[in-house]
Nanobody, 119 residues
Framework: QVQLVESGGGLVQSGDSLRLSCAASGRTLSSYAMGWFRQAPGKEREFVAGIIWSSGSTYYADSVKGRFTISRDNVKNTVYLQMNSLKPEDTAVYYC????????????WGQGTQVTVSS
């Protein structure tokens, strides 16, 4: 089991930046990748960014490419999401999740952190 705790959300204005953190504990060494997802009110949860734990390779949704950066600290077992040039449409609850192996579904989720961007 892996436990995930997100932090860093808040209320910001359009154009501002935020950095989210996801602290992982438990069987983190058995993780293939970590991802950030978000869910806005009335919408389905969507993928935002992912990072392969061992190599650091990253991938992003088109909607955030060039504005968001995912990174990880292997020593601290923490994954970050740096969000720049925030837009009102980025408003959502952000979740981090663990993908146990390639091709498998994400199986551990954090409780989420609210990000609200005002115009």
């Amino acid at each position: 089991q892996v436990q995930l705790v997100e932090s860093g959300g808040g209320l910001v204005q359009s154009g501002d930046s935020l950095r989210l953190s996801c602290a992982a504990s438990g069987r983190t060494l058995s993780s293939y990748a970590m991802g950030w997802f978000r869910q806005a009110p009335g919408k389905e949860r969507e993928f935002v960014a992912g990072i392969i734990w061992s190599s650091g390779s990253t991938y992003y949704a088109d909607s955030v490419k060039g504005r968001f950066t995912i990174s990880r600290d292997n020593v601290k077992n923490t994954v970050y999401l740096q969000m720049n040039s925030l837009k009102p449409e980025d408003t959502a609850v952000y979740y981090c999740a663990r993908q146990p192996s390639f091709g498998k579904s994400y199986d551990s989720w954090g409780q989420g952190t609210q990000v609200t961007v005002s115009s």
